[in-house]
C-alpha cells in the first residue's frame, strides 16, 4: 500500500480527531502517505481531498468534533454517487479508506469495497455505543461523562425542590449511555429501549420510591425508549400529579474534549486500521474487546445486536433500593 485516506462520517464523536491523527501518524511511521476526505461521503463524492502530514494533525488529540468535518450523506445512497466517490480516490491514486463512523458509514464503506474493489477498514465512531464487536465505541465514554456532569447537577435541584426529574440521554435505539448514567448517577429508575415497560411498572416504581420516603427522584430515559422523555413526564405528571421536569440533554452529549478513555481507544484502534489495511484486511471493522483489537466483518456490526449488559442493568434496580 502506497497512500490510503481517512474520512469521518455520520454523527461526529469526541474521539474522532484522536483517531485520524493516529491513522495519519501510523502511516507516515510505515512509509505510507495518507489521503484525508472532507465531509464524510458527501466530500469523496464531490472530490474534497487534500493530503494530510503528520504535523497537519498536531494540536488535535484534546479536540471535539472532527478537523475533517463530517455529514449524513444522501448522494452516496445511489450506486452513481458511489461510483464517483470511487473515481475520485482512484484519480488520487488511493489504494484504501478508513471510515471513522456508526453502522451508516459501514454500510457505506461496504458498498465501496462491494461495487467497486476499493479496500476500506472501519472505526467506531459514535457516542451510542451499539456496534456489535467492540466492548466500546470511540466517543462514548466522553458522552457517559458529558451526561453524567449534567445528571449531578439536576440532582441538586431535584433535591432541593423535592420533585422528580425525567432526563433523557442519546443513543438511538440502544440503551448503552442511559446505563451507565443511570449507574454512576445513582438513579431511581431507568428506561432502556431494550426493556419496555407497562405504565403500571412506571406507577409502581414511582409509588415504591415515594413510600421508601424519597422526596425526590432523578429518572434516566434513552431517546429510543417508546415515547422518550416527554412520554414518562406526561405519564408521571397524568397519573399521580407530582411536579416532575423535564430535561432532553441532546447534542450537548456529542460535544467538547475527549476523555482520555477515548483518546486511548481512538489511538490504537487508528494504529490498528493502518496495520490491518497492509496486512491485506478488508471489509471489516477494527474494535476493541477485553483489551485486545477485534477484526469484525462489516455485515456482523448492524446484523447483530450489541445488547446492554443484563448484569449492570439489574444492578441499576439492586442500588435503587
Ligand atoms: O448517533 C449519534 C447520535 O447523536 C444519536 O445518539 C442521535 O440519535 C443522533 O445521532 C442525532 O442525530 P443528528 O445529529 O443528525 O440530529
Not at 490510503?4 to 501510523?26: E, K, Q, W
Not at 487534500?50 to 488535535?60: C, K, Q, S
Not at 462491494?114 to 451510542?128: A, F, M, Q, S, Y
Amino acid at each position: 500500500i502506497k497512500r490510503i485516506a481517512v474520512l469521518t462520517s455520520g454523527g461526529d464523536a469526541p474521539g474522532m480527531n484522536a483517531a485520524i491523527r493516529a491513522v495519519v501518524r501510523t502511516a507516515t511511521y510505515h512509509g505510507i502517505e495518507v489521503v484525508g476526505v472532507r465531509r464524510g461521503f458527501q466530500g469523496l463524492h464531490q472530490g474534497d481531498l487534500r493530503l494530510l502530514g503528520p504535523r497537519d494533525v498536531a494540536n488535535i488529540i484534546q479536540r471535539g468534533g472532527t478537523m475533517l468535518l463530517t455529514a449524513r450523506s444522501h448522494t452516496w445512497r445511489s450506486a452513481e454517487g458511489r461510483a464517483e466517490g470511487a473515481r475520485h480516490l482512484r484519480e488520487w491514486h488511493v489504494d484504501a479508506l478508513v471510515v471513522i463512523g456508526g453502522d451508516g458509514s459501514f454500510h457505506g464503506a461496504h458498498f465501496l469495497q462491494k461495487e467497486h474493489g476499493i479496500r476500506v477498514v472501519g472505526l467506531p465512531g459514535t457516542i451510542d455505543n451499539d456496534l456489535y464487536g467492540t466492548d466500546h465505541t470511540i466517543g462514548y465514554f466522553t458522552a457517559v461523562e458529558t451526561a453524567l456532569d449534567a445528571v449531578d447537577k439536576l440532582r441538586d435541584t431535584a433535591a432541593s425542590h423535592e420533585r422528580i426529574f425525567v432526563i433523557e440521554v442519546m443513543g438511538r435505539h440502544a440503551g448503552h449511555i442511559a446505563l451507565d448514567v443511570a449507574v454512576a448517577g445513582g438513579a431511581e429508575e431507568v428506561f432502556l429501549p431494550e426493556d419496555e415497560k407497562s405504565v403500571d411498572d412506571l406507577m409502581d416504581v414511582i409509588r415504591e420510591s415515594q413510600a421508601k420516603g424519597k422526596a425526590s427522584s432523578v429518572i434516566i430515559v434513552a431517546e429510543g425508549y417508546p415515547g422518550g422523555g416527554q412520554g414518562i413526564a406526561n405519564a408521571i405528571t397524568e397519573h399521580t400529579g407530582i411536579d416532575t421536569r423535564l430535561t432532553v440533554l441532546g447534542h450537548i452529549q456529542r460535544g467538547g474534549s475527549p476523555v482520555s478513555s477515548d483518546r486511548v481507544l481512538a489511538s490504537r484502534l487508528g494504529q490498528g486500521a493502518v496495520e490491518a489495511l497492509m496486512a491485506g484486511k478488508s471489509n471489516i471493522m477494527i474494535g476493541r474487546t477485553g483489551g485486545g483489537l477485534t477484526y469484525v466483518p462489516f455485515e456482523e456490526t448492524w446484523e447483530k445486536r450489541k445488547d446492554v449488559s443484563r448484569a449492570l442493568y439489574k444492578c441499576a434496580k439492586i442500588l435503587s433500593i
